[in-house]
């Protein structure tokens, strides 16, 4: 069996669980850590050997390209195969399939893992497997679809999610990650929605293809949500995620900090990120767990504390943010208090002394 070199990259969705962040910015290239989300899963593929990526997107594609471009400085190839209309997660492997050739990764592109895929890849090969679905536990599987395995490990059923008086049957969901023998994906029809999950996959296993699932003790994250995307930062920064990308910057007492920003007068507390020509004013505390977008201004004697700010966000004098995510170009006003999960959309704008709570979001 050839050995899985390319990957296919489901970049096709809306972001709709995401908003308001996704209105101004496409899934695939939020940032985390200052950097677009789909370059961890580029560097993980690259880690386990693979450098051929297919990247299928069809929602502001023009943002992915911006800022992934080719990805030759992540070590890969990346080429770009675009949907005139969305066609799910099934049909967007499928409107991959005319360069797909062998064995194939194929990967949601909101999930934050660090599996081991040469391990996956092996238990794949050594089964004569053609699908391999990597499997996680989850402590209430009830917001997800369910896998049932046999002893062996063989996909027997996938189940909608149980509804209130249904039995559980398994606590292991689809991970989103696949290996898939590039073959299959004729089963796929074209030219319409198709989901992965309740269609090709089921059908594979009606028809007693060799499908497995495998599954490992590796974080996993599903960053579809705002409170789930700000707590994969927190993750990353916390060490809880294996991966070969580190913040850009210089390290300094356990933070990264840009060499552009001027912070001399200002307290940053580990683990904390620092963007490029960010300016801490005097008295302004940063961290912990805090990420300050590239060209930010935190002023005098302002906190941010476990919250992610994107690019060009004004934080006025004596204003504190905590546990929140800030878009980019937001302006919250001197002595402003914001926090509890709040999500301001980009261009938002805080007035001063205002006092903003997360049960809901902020709107320009």
Same mark, same amino acid.
């Given at each position: 069996m050839a050995l899985a070199t390319q990957a296919v990259i489901l /970049?096709?969705?809306? =972001?709709?669980? %995401? @908003?308001?962040? &996704?209105?101004?910015?496409?899934?695939?290239?939020?940032?985390?850590?200052?950097?677009?989300?789909?370059?961890?899963?580029?560097?993980l593929l690259r880690q386990h050997g693979v450098s051929d990526i297919i990247?299928?997107?069809?929602?502001?594609?023009?943002?992915?390209?911006?800022?992934?471009?080719? /990805?030759?400085?992540? =070590?890969?190839? %990346? @080429?770009?195969? &675009?949907?005139?209309?969305?066609?799910?997660?099934?049909?967007?492997?499928?409107?991959?399939?005319?360069?797909?050739?062998?064995?194939?990764?194929?990967?949601?592109g909101d999930v934050l893992t660090d599996a081991d895929l040469t391990t996956?890849?092996?238990?794949?090969?050594?089964?004569?497997?053609?699908?391999t679905i990597f499997l996680t536990p989850v402590d209430d599987p009830r917001a997800y679809g369910l896998v049932e395995t046999a002893a062996d490990d063989r996909l027997l059923r996938f189940r909608e999610k149980p509804g209130?008086?249904?039995?559980?049957?398994?606590?292991?969901?689809?991970?989103?990650?696949?290996?898939?023998?590039?073959a299959l994906l004729?089963?796929?029809?074209?030219?319409?929605?198709?989901?992965?999950?309740?269609?090709?996959?089921?059908?594979?296993?009606?028809?007693?293809?060799?499908?497995?699932?495998w599954s490992a003790p590796n974080y996993w994250r599903d960053i579809g949500n705002p409170a789930a995307y700000r707590a994969a930062q927190i993750d990353l920064l916390g060490g809880r995620v294996k991966t070969s990308l580190v913040p850009a910057g210089e390290v300094r007492q356990g933070s990264?900090?840009?060499?552009?920003?001027?912070?001399?007068?200002?307290?940053i507390e580990a683990p904390s990120v620092v963007g490029a020509d960010v300016r801490l004013e005097p008295g302004a505390q940063v961290g912990p767990y805090?990420?300050?977008?590239?060209?930010?201004?935190?002023?005098?004697?302002?906190?941010?504390?476990?919250?992610?700010?994107?690019?060009?966000?004004?934080?006025?004098?004596?204003?504190?943010?905590?546990?929140?995510?800030?878009g980019a170009d937001v302006a919250i006003g001197a002595r402003a208090d914001v926090g509890d999960g709040l999500v301001l959309e980009s261009g938002a704008v805080v007035p001063a002394g205002a006092v903003r709570r997360g049960e809901g979001t902020a709107t320009a």
């Open positions: /970049a096709g969705g809306q =972001g709709t669980r %995401l @908003r308001p962040l &996704t209105l101004s910015r496409a899934k695939p290239v939020v940032p985390l850590l200052n950097r677009p989300f789909l370059t961890y899963q580029i560097a990247l299928s997107c069809s929602y502001r594609v023009d943002d992915v390209r911006q800022a992934l471009g080719d /990805a030759r400085d992540l =070590g890969v190839t %990346l @080429r770009y195969v &675009t949907e005139d209309e969305p066609l799910g997660t099934g049909g967007g492997v499928r409107n991959a399939a005319d360069l797909a050739r062998g064995t194939i990764f194929v990967l949601n996956m890849r092996a238990l794949h090969e050594a089964r004569g497997s053609r699908v209130p008086d249904e039995a559980i049957t398994t606590n292991m969901i689809n991970a989103g990650v696949y290996l898939i023998d590039a004729a089963r796929i029809p074209t030219g319409r929605m198709v989901s992965i999950e309740r269609e090709f996959f089921p059908s594979v296993i009606a028809d007693g293809i060799p499908s497995f699932g990264w900090v840009d060499p552009t920003a001027s912070v001399a007068a200002a307290r805090a990420v300050i977008g590239p060209g930010s201004i935190i002023g005098v004697g302002a906190r941010v504390q476990r919250t992610v700010l994107w690019e060009r966000v004004r934080v006025g004098d004596e204003a504190v943010l905590r546990d929140c995510v800030v």
